[in-house]
């Protein structure tokens, strides 16, 4: 049991460019969401879903998209990426709504440049 | 609109000293949960504990323990005979359960420092 794994673990990107962060739960569970956390600060949360192929905004949607095509999964996308979506992104999944405790990823730290 | 404020930016102590970690949060739910994640060096985010507001009794967990208090709006983390391993930043986190599928509000961490 993985629990939530994410790849790639580190990526550069140049300004303009766009990439996919991956996201994977092996746990079955239904809820899933991606938060961002800048440097000392808290996680803010930018989407997330309640089950396969359902998905909704959160605090900070802007420049993002995401996909729901099954229950494990749940890509973040970044089109035309800029310099403040520099950051760590976390994916977690939980197995209901709030106030199910949520189990995150590893985080993937991208840096635009 | 939900809030959680964590005061302590950075708190450094020296091993085996005890620490508590301050945690303040605002709400207009009655019904809401609390956690604290630790988040060490490597990175990752780690579920620590998850408490309802119904139920205001502390709770220790080995080294660990936790502090509810609803007159003050606050749940603090308190580690004793704290280890260099428990470094970390530490935060504190609310959910309402009003219905909404919003994850979760953080504060913005407190630095752990123990030093040797």
């Known amino acids: 049991n993985a629990g939530v794994t994410q790849t790639p673990k580190f990526r550069i990107l140049k300004i303009g460019q766009s990439m996919t962060l991956q996201c994977t739960q092996d746990m079955n569970h239904n809820y899933m969401y991606w938060y961002r956390q800048d440097p000392g600060m808290g996680l803010k949360l930018i989407y997330y879903s309640v089950g396969a192929g359902i998905t909704d905004k959160g605090e900070v949607p802007n420049g993002y998209n995401v996909s729901r095509s099954t229950t494990e999964d749940f890509p973040l996308r970044l089109e035309l990426a800029a310099p403040s979506q520099t950051s760590v992104y976390f994916c977690?999944?939980?197995?209901?709504?709030?106030?199910?405790?949520?189990?995150f990823g590893p985080g993937t730290r991208l840096t635009v440049l | 609109a939900q809030k959680v404020t964590q005061a302590q930016t950075e708190i450094s102590v020296v091993e085996k000293e005890d620490v508590t970690l301050d945690c303040v949060y605002e709400?207009?739910?009655?019904?809401?949960?609390l956690f604290w994640y630790k988040q060490p060096p490597s990175g990752e985010l780690v579920f620590l504990i998850r408490?309802?507001?119904?139920?205001?009794q502390n709770e220790i967990s080995g080294r660990y323990s936790w502090n509810f208090q609803k007159s003050t709006s606050s749940f603090n983390f308190t580690i004793t005979a704290s280890q260099v391993v428990d470094s970390a930043v530490y935060f504190c986190?609310?959910?309402?359960?009003?219905?909404?599928?919003?994850?979760?509000?953080f504060g913005k961490g407190t630095h752990l420092i123990i030093q040797p």
């Open positions: 408490r309802n507001s119904f139920d205001e």
């Open positions: 977690a999944s939980s197995w209901g709504g709030p106030p199910d405790t949520q189990y």
């Open positions: 709400t207009r739910d009655t019904t809401y949960y």
């Open positions: 986190a609310l959910s309402e359960a009003g219905g909404s599928a919003d994850g979760l509000t």
